[in-house]
């Protein structure tokens, strides 16, 4: 699963925490509509859920080192054995701090028991992270289903020569991130149109390989 953040809309939802708290901004959510994609409450499958969910949202035990950095920004995990068995991943931005992170995760996964409390599977998009969970493994696997369009609100001038100037920025991007350690990679075009700069960003979870990581944004699909 990649992450492509350059535009969002915000929505709002009311999950209090105790603490100072980042609240994270969402993007886009997926919930099956599907029933046969749904579980029963109190089922072997909504326990292993919740143990997953907890297990990810926990304090970070285990740390992702990048560049020397100790930092959590990825984890995946699998609770309960097959037919019940749910897998699970987060990916934060690296770009942000442990914190940020971490508050993230933790609000998605309140959040998504609140929008898809019944769904096998369900995927959240943060500004700051996302997290997604599923009956079938995700780990190092190239997913472009399900995937959300995100429109822009704002009406752009010469639309044809900013859809190309995105298209060539962000497959820059990708390319950079499916070849960098951390698959992740910030872009920009300076003077795209005079005095205005166009950033990208593109980041892959670990284990994807290079190749899948740049399928993804470059291909505008995921
Ligand atoms: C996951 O759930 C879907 C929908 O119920 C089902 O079709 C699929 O076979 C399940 N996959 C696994 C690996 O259990
Ligand atoms: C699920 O389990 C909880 C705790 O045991 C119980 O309070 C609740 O009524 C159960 N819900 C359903 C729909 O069975
Ligand atoms: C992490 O980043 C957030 C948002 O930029 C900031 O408010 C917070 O102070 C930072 N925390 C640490 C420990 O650096
Ligand atoms: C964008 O353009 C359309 C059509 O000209 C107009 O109706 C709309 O209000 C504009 N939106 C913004 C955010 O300017
Ligand atoms: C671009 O920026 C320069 C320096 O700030 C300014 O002098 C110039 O008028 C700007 N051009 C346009 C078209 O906005």
Redesign the pocket.
């Known amino acids: 699963m990649i992450l492509v953040v350059f535009l969002y809309l915000s929505s709002f939802l009311t999950i209090t925490f105790t603490k100072a708290f980042?609240t994270p901004v969402l993007i886009a959510k997926y919930c099956p509509s599907s029933s046969s994609s749904h579980f029963t409450i109190n089922s072997t499958y909504h326990s292993n859920l919740k143990l997953l969910l907890s297990y990810l949202s926990s304090n970070p035990s285990t740390i992702y080192t990048s560049n020397g950095l100790s930092q959590v920004i990825f984890r995946n995990a699998v609770a309960g054995q097959a037919p019940d068995e749910v897998y699970g991943l987060f990916l934060c931005r690296r770009d942000?701090?442990?914190?940020?992170c971490q508050d993230c995760v933790t609000y998605a996964a309140r959040y998504v028991t609140l929008v898809c409390p019944t769904g096998k599977l369900a995927v959240t998009w943060f500004d700051e992270c996302h997290l997604q969970y599923s009956n079938q493994s995700l780990f190092s696997v190239l997913s472009q289903n399900p995937s959300v369009g995100v429109p822009n609100t704002e009406n752009v001038t010469e639309p044809d020569k900013f859809d190309d100037s995105v298209l060539s920025l962000m497959n820059a991007a990708a390319s950079k991130a499916a070849d960098s350690p951390d698959k992740f990679a910030g872009a920009k075009k300076e003077n795209f149109r005079v005095n205005e700069t166009l950033y990208g960003l593109v980041q892959c979870t670990q284990g994807l390989s290079s190749r899948d990581c740049f399928t993804c944004p470059s291909s505008g699909q995921c």
């Open positions: 980042i942000l701090n442990s914190t940020t």
